[in-house]
């Protein structure tokens, strides 16, 4: 087995271009003619092919290498002695005869108006190419060399740039179209004197930039040849399709991928296929929709759940065992609605939270007091049962707090069913007390303790878990001084309560021993404004740390 050097053939006057992406690596077997890098200048990328059969063993070349015809790119353990002459010599040179440049044509007046056709220049053994993106359209003022049309082979794809500058007056060619050397691309208004200046510019492109002769490195692609294309601004950015290899388009063609809403981690923005595939795992696992799919969300968008982010990075991809052992645990049912409800709410509502303390010395006291009374009943009255009382009455006070968004329309509720978080083995579940207004504190500690039971026996059913008007989470049993619970959408407010502590409270005289409970309510500043919120959350406290307020 012979050892076969591979390297850049004849590409022209295409001079130190970078390699933007490594087609195949070590222990790959590739054949003659398979594209090994991708090449790009400014304005055309393309794919260099093997000159050789084999086994490749070492890779010469990184992505962000500058090559040159000649530049080693593999090192190949090839079939046999035949394949090693053939490797011993250079890249076989191009086999047709290429064009200088993809110069802007010479421009041939239609009429002598300043009328003029711009054709497709020379663009050597591009025959019948597809046209895969317009950069212009009628009426638009075009500069010489500015690029008009994108076309793209196999191996290649290039922009095809003005003659002329002047006024588009029509534009021949469409998405899909397939064009040659002299297809018609534009008709063009140009100003008195433009062509006699467009022309000589358009026949002599090498002056303006050293162009390639022909990319392609061997004749079994000389379809692939890429003739370069005089150097020129950039159109702007806006509406066009980012970088991409001729593969990487037609793959995200093939799959329906809209290119222009990848981001590409290539250089320059260039969209890699990692890429092309991240994006579509993102599409899949709805953690982002296309533009197409935004635009057919049911009406109301975002509020819908059909808000999209365009242009979000994809979730990257990474191979967790590469750092130590992994384990994967599907996620369970209740975590995986839960967890896409809480993302909807978390994007869709602006959420603001305010964090207050209320002094329940007093309360926790009678609490206390009440369970010792009530030891024989077995009913446990818990700190959630008042809060979920307070709870009532602050919505009563500021009844915008008990609503729902309905597009603009404000959905007033007068009733009060109030929820409350549960952790359960299997995740968060959220019960809800049914008119809370009409039950005192032991009958609601009684249906929280049962409601609770049944969520940890994954035994609630959709009516236990419908219809809340507002939601209390408490984490005081666990610990924790603040947190910024979301919105259990499509209610409008949540309140968040951590676990009380003694603190020192001057009460104009001296410090005093109090206990006091951490509230940390999130509110949708669609609906509420912070002063109401600010309003609420004193309310709610002072509620809390005297009682009989409640009966006021
Ligand atoms: N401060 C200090 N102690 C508190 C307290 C607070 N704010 N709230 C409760 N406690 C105490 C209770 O008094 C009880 O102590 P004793 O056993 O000595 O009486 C202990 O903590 C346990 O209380 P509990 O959790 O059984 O009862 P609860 O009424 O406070 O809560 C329930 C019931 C179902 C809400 C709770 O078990 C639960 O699931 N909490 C988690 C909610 C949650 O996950 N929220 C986060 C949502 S966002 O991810």
């Not at 794919?47 to 086994?55: F, L």
């Not at 980012?242 to 990848?262: F, M, N, Q, Y």
């Not at 959630?384 to 729902?404: D, G, Q, R, T």
């Amino acid at each position: 087995m012979a050892m076969l050097e591979v390297k850049v053939p004849d590409i022209g006057d295409f001079k130190d271009v970078a390699v933007i992406e490594l087609l195949v690596k070590v222990g790959d077997t590739i054949q003659i003619d398979q594209s090994l890098v991708t090449v790009e200048s400014d304005k055309a990328s393309m794919e260099i092919p093997s000159t050789q059969a084999g086994v490749v063993k070492e890779v010469k070349v990184a992505v962000g290498d500058k090559v040159n015809e000649g530049s080693l790119l593999l090192i190949v353990e090839g079939a046999g002695a035949g394949t090693a002459a053939a490797a011993a010599s250079a890249p076989a040179p191009v086999a047709a005869p290429a064009p200088a440049a993809a110069p802007a044509a010479p421009a041939a007046p239609v009429s002598g108006g300043g009328l003029v056709d711009v054709v497709v220049p020379d663009i050597g053994d591009f025959d019948e190419v597809s046209v895969i993106e317009v950069f212009v359209k009628a009426g638009d003022t075009i500069r010489v060399e500015q690029s008009l049309i994108t076309v793209e082979s196999d191996k290649a794809s290039m922009e095809i740039p003005s003659s002329h500058a002047g006024v588009i007056k029509e534009l021949k060619v469409k998405l899909g179209d397939k064009v040659a050397k002299g297809t018609l691309l534009a008709v063009v208004q140009t100003a008195a004197g433009a062509v006699a200046v467009a022309a000589p510019a358009a026949s002599a492109p090498a002056v303006a930039a050293p162009a390639p002769a022909q990319a392609a490195a061997a004749p079994a692609v000389a379809s692939a040849s890429l003739p370069a294309l005089p150097a020129h601004e950039p159109t702007a950015a806006k509406g066009r399709l980012p970088h991409a290899s001729p593969t990487i388009r037609k793959l995200a063609r093939e799959l329906g991928v809209p290119l222009d809403e990848v981001k590409g981690s290539g250089p320059k923005g260039r969209v890699l296929e990692s890429d092309v595939q991240g994006f579509v795992k993102a599409v899949m696992a709805g953690q982002m929709q296309t533009t197409a799919q935004k635009a057919a969300a049911p009406a109301g968008g975002a509020a819908s759940g059909g808000g999209a982010f365009p242009g979000l990075l994809a979730w990257p991809q990474v191979d967790f065992a590469k750092f130590g052992p992994v384990e994967r645990k599907e996620m369970g049912r209740i975590k995986k609605i839960s967890g896409a409800n809480l993302h909807r709410n978390w994007v869709v509502i602006p959420h603001v939270t305010n964090h207050d303390d209320a002094d329940i010395t007093d309360l926790e006291a009678f609490r206390v007091l009440l369970n010792k009374e009530n030891e024989k009943s077995g009913v446990k009255v818990t700190m959630l049962a008042f809060m979920i009382k307070a709870a009532v009455a602050a919505l009563k006070k500021f009844p915008e707090f008990n609503a729902s968004l309905d597009g603009d329309t404000l959905v007033m509720k007068q009733y009060f069913h109030i929820g409350f978080a549960a952790d359960t083995p299997n995740g968060l579940v959220v019960p809800v007390i049914k008119d809370a207004d009409k039950k005192g504190i032991v009958q609601i500690s009684l249906e929280m303790a049962e409601l609770a039971k049944k969520a940890r026996d994954g035994k609630l059913g959709p009516a236990d878990m419908s219809g809340g008007c507002f939601t209390i989470s408490s984490l005081g049993g666990i610990g924790g001084r603040y947190f910024t619970p979301i919105i259990n959408a499509p209610e409008v407010a949540i309140m968040g309560v951590c676990k009380s502590q003694i603190e020192p409270k001057w009460d104009g005289k001296a410090f005093q021993p109090r206990l006091m409970l951490p509230l940390s309510l999130s509110w949708d500043h669609r609906v509420i404004d912070g002063a109401a919120a600010a309003r609420f959350n004193v309310y709610f406290a002072s509620l809390l740390a005297d009682f009989r307020r409640i009966a006021l």
